[in-house]
C-alpha cells in the first residue's frame, strides 16, 4: 500500500512534475495534456467528449495513485514533462490530448464521444514563437520562425508578415488565430471545437487535421485587383481624342487557369482595343482582340506581393 497524497484543490490545476506519480485527476472540468505532458500510460475514464491526436489503442496500466487532485476543479492542465509517469483522469467534461503528448499507451473508458487523428508533432513544443496555454490570453509575433500553438480556450493570436514556412497547432475551443504574411506556407493542426484560423491572401494553407467539429480555415482569395495593370476605365480615360490602341485588364470567372493549368483564385483577361476616341469614348472600333490571353496569380507578370516594403520594392526595381 503507497502513502497517498491528496489535497484539495480550487480552480485551475497544472500538473508540472512536481507531483510523485500515479496521478490521479478526479471530476475535473475540460482538462489539456500538452506534447510530452505525460511520461507513462493515460487512462482517461467516463469523459464527455475525447479529443485527441494521440492512438487510442488501449492498454494503459495505472496504478493505485500516489498523488490525487480533487475539489472544486476547473480546467487541469498537465504541461511538458507535466507527469512523470502513469496518469488517469476520471469524469472530466472534454478532454485534449495533443500530438506526442503520452509516452505509454492512452485508453479510453466509458466516452460519450471521441473524435481521433493520429498526428505526429510538428515541433518541439518550446519552438513556436508565440505558445499560450490557459483561458482568454492573447499574443502577437511578427516575422515568425516556427509558428503558434495555443491550449485552452478563447485565445487570440495575430502573426504578421510571415516569410517562411510555419505551423499553426490548435488545441481547445474558441480560439481565433489570424496570420498575414506573402511567400510562405502555413501548415494548421486543429483539435477541438470552435476554432478559426485565418490565413491571408498572399500565403498558401494546408489543413494538415481536423479533429473535432465547428473548426474553421478561412484562407483569403488573392485579389484579383492586384493582377490588373490597366482598367477599362484608366485605358479609355488616357486614350483621349483620336485613333488609339489601348491595352487594358479584367476579371475572368474561369476556375482553373488557361494559361498555367493551375486551380486560380483570380484570373484576369488581357483584351487590347483599337478605336477612334472622343474624350475617352470609343465612337468607332477598327480592331478588337476575341479570344483574349488570360492568366492568373501562378503566373501573371504582374502578380506582386502587396506587403513589400518601401524598400523591399526599391530593392527590386534596382
Same mark, same amino acid.
Given at each position: 500500500?503507497? /502513502?497517498?497524497?491528496?489535497?484539495? =484543490?480550487?480552480?485551475?490545476?497544472?500538473?508540472?512534475?512536481?507531483?510523485?506519480?500515479?496521478?490521479?485527476? &478526479?471530476?475535473?472540468?475540460?482538462?489539456?495534456?500538452?506534447?510530452?505532458?505525460?511520461?507513462?500510460?493515460?487512462?482517461?475514464?467516463?469523459?464527455?467528449?475525447?479529443?485527441?491526436?494521440?492512438?487510442?489503442?488501449?492498454?494503459?496500466?495505472?496504478?493505485?495513485?500516489?498523488?490525487?487532485? +480533487?475539489?472544486?476543479?476547473? /480546467?487541469?492542465? $498537465? !504541461?511538458?514533462?507535466?507527469?512523470?509517469?502513469?496518469?488517469?483522469?476520471?469524469? $472530466?467534461? /472534454?478532454?485534449?490530448?495533443?500530438?506526442?503528448?503520452?509516452?505509454?499507451?492512452?485508453?479510453?473508458?466509458?466516452?460519450?464521444?471521441?473524435?481521433?487523428?493520429?498526428?505526429?508533432?510538428?515541433?518541439?513544443?518550446? /519552438?513556436?514563437?508565440?505558445?499560450?496555454?490557459?483561458?482568454?490570453?492573447?499574443?502577437?509575433?511578427?516575422?515568425?520562425?516556427?509558428? #503558434?500553438?495555443?491550449?485552452?480556450?478563447?485565445?487570440?493570436?495575430?502573426?504578421? +508578415?510571415?516569410?517562411?514556412?510555419?505551423?499553426?497547432?490548435?488545441?481547445?475551443?474558441?480560439?481565433?488565430?489570424? @496570420?498575414?504574411?506573402?511567400?510562405?506556407?502555413?501548415? #494548421?493542426?486543429?483539435?477541438?471545437?470552435?476554432?478559426?484560423?485565418?490565413?491571408?491572401?498572399?500565403?498558401?494553407?494546408?489543413?494538415?487535421?481536423?479533429?473535432?467539429?465547428? %473548426? !474553421?480555415?478561412?484562407?483569403?482569395?488573392?485579389?484579383?485587383?492586384?493582377?490588373?495593370?490597366?482598367? *477599362?476605365?484608366? $485605358?479609355?480615360?488616357?486614350?483621349?481624342?483620336? +485613333?488609339?490602341?489601348?491595352? =487594358?485588364?479584367?476579371?475572368?470567372?474561369?476556375?482553373?487557369?488557361?494559361?498555367?493549368? !493551375?486551380?486560380?483564385? $483570380? @484570373?484576369?483577361? &488581357?483584351?487590347?482595343?483599337?478605336?477612334?476616341?472622343?474624350?475617352?469614348?470609343?465612337?468607332?472600333?477598327?480592331?478588337?482582340?476575341? %479570344?483574349?490571353?488570360?492568366?492568373?496569380?501562378?503566373?501573371?507578370?504582374?502578380?506582386?506581393?502587396?506587403?513589400?516594403?518601401?524598400?523591399?520594392? *526599391?530593392?527590386?526595381?534596382?
Amino acid at each position: 500500500m503507497t /502513502d497517498q497524497t491528496s489535497e484539495p =484543490y480550487d480552480g485551475d490545476v497544472t500538473l508540472t512534475g512536481h507531483e510523485d506519480a500515479p496521478v490521479a485527476v &478526479r471530476d475535473p472540468e475540460d482538462v489539456f495534456i500538452r506534447a510530452d505532458g505525460v511520461a507513462g500510460d493515460l487512462e482517461l475514464r467516463n469523459p464527455e467528449y475525447v479529443f485527441t491526436h494521440y492512438r487510442t489503442g488501449g492498454g494503459a496500466d495505472v496504478g493505485d495513485p500516489e498523488t490525487v487532485v +480533487r475539489g472544486d476543479l476547473e /480546467d487541469g492542465y $498537465a !504541461e511538458p514533462e507535466g507527469v512523470t509517469g502513469d496518469a488517469a483522469v476520471a469524469d $472530466a467534461e /472534454d478532454v485534449f490530448v495533443s500530438a506526442g503528448a503520452v509516452g505509454g499507451h492512452l485508453s479510453v473508458v466509458g466516452p460519450e464521444n471521441v473524435y481521433a487523428d493520429e498526428v505526429e508533432p510538428p515541433r518541439d513544443p518550446g /519552438d513556436y514563437d508565440v505558445s499560450l496555454t490557459g483561458w482568454k490570453q492573447s499574443g502577437s509575433s511578427s516575422d515568425p520562425d516556427a509558428g #503558434v500553438r495555443v491550449t485552452g480556450a478563447h485565445h487570440e493570436v495575430t502573426v504578421e +508578415r510571415t516569410r517562411t514556412d510555419i505551423d499553426v497547432y490548435v488545441a481547445g475551443h474558441d480560439h481565433e488565430i489570424e @496570420i498575414t504574411g506573402r511567400s510562405a506556407s502555413v501548415s #494548421v493542426y486543429l483539435l477541438g471545437y470552435d476554432n478559426t484560423v485565418t490565413v491571408g491572401p498572399y500565403l498558401d494553407s494546408e489543413v494538415v487535421a481536423d479533429t473535432g467539429f465547428d %473548426n !474553421e480555415v478561412d484562407a483569403q482569395p488573392y485579389p484579383v485587383e492586384d493582377l490588373i495593370e490597366t482598367t *477599362k476605365e484608366e $485605358a479609355f480615360d488616357r486614350a483621349g481624342f483620336g +485613333r488609339r490602341k489601348v491595352t =487594358y485588364q479584367v476579371p475572368a470567372d474561369d476556375d482553373w487557369c488557361p494559361n498555367c493549368g !493551375e486551380p486560380a483564385d $483570380a @484570373i484576369v483577361a &488581357r483584351h487590347q482595343m483599337e478605336a477612334l476616341f472622343v474624350f475617352g469614348h470609343p465612337i468607332r472600333t477598327y480592331e478588337r482582340s476575341t %479570344n483574349p490571353a488570360k492568366e492568373c496569380e501562378h503566373c501573371s507578370r504582374s502578380a506582386f506581393d502587396a506587403e513589400l516594403t518601401e524598400s523591399e520594392r *526599391k530593392d527590386v526595381l534596382r
